[in-house]
């Protein structure tokens, strides 16, 4: 699964192109703008074929990013204790990469607040396909957003707004 925004056009043509390599994978592209939905169809029509000189900033950003994030897919679920795990455990991205006055609601908190519940089961963990520990994923992102967003929120929300803003950081 590819997730997230690609904005450089020689890496959108890899992307493509990794996609394209598996016959029984559909890609669900996500477009905001026309020129973009004009883009994808022009790599239907030519299909860009991935080579090594895509694949070095493939092999680059896996190596930076790494592999252990989490997809959302929620295969990991139902949790025993009522844990939301696929937006838990992604909080610290979201909380990054949208405006993060969406995600300081009291449900969003409440959400967040049982994470203190997790008995430590490893059911998540047993059913994640792409091999998580997601307990120990599940407490690095709760520890962030109550560390983090709620005490900044609550002492200046603008400059929290400002902060975790994409438009305004670079995170
Ligand atoms: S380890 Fe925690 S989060 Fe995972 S299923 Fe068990 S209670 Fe839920
Ligand atoms: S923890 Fe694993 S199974 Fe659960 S949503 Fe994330 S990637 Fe999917």
């Not at 997230?4 to 559909?26: E, H, P, R, T």
């Not at 020129?35 to 090594?52: K, R, T």
């Not at 989490?70 to 949208?98: E, F």
Request: glycine content about 6%; charged content about 20%; proline content about 8%.
């Amino acid at each position: 699964m590819i997730e997230g925004l690609i904005s450089d056009m020689g890496f959108k043509a890899a992307a493509y192109a990794c996609i394209a390599q598996f016959d029984n994978v559909i890609p669900v592209w996500g477009v905001q703008r026309e020129w973009e939905l004009d883009e994808f169809i022009g790599y239907s029509d030519d299909p860009p074929i991935l080579n090594q000189k895509m694949r070095e900033p493939i092999e680059r950003d896996l190596n930076e990013l790494g592999k252990e994030f989490c997809r959302g897919c929620g295969y990991c679920l139902p949790c025993p204790a009522g844990i939301d795990i696929p937006n838990a455990v992604r909080m610290s991205l979201m909380i990054r990469r949208a405006p993060v006055l969406v995600y300081l609601n009291d449900d969003c908190m409440e959400k967040m607040n049982n994470v203190d519940r997790c008995v430590q089961c490893n059911q998540c963990k047993s059913r994640c396909p792409y091999g998580l520990d997601t307990p120990v994923l599940l407490m690095v992102s709760w520890i962030d957003y109550k560390t983090v967003v709620p005490p900044l929120h609550a002492h200046d929300p603008i400059k929290t707004f400002v902060l975790f803003c994409p438009i305004f950081s670079n995170a």
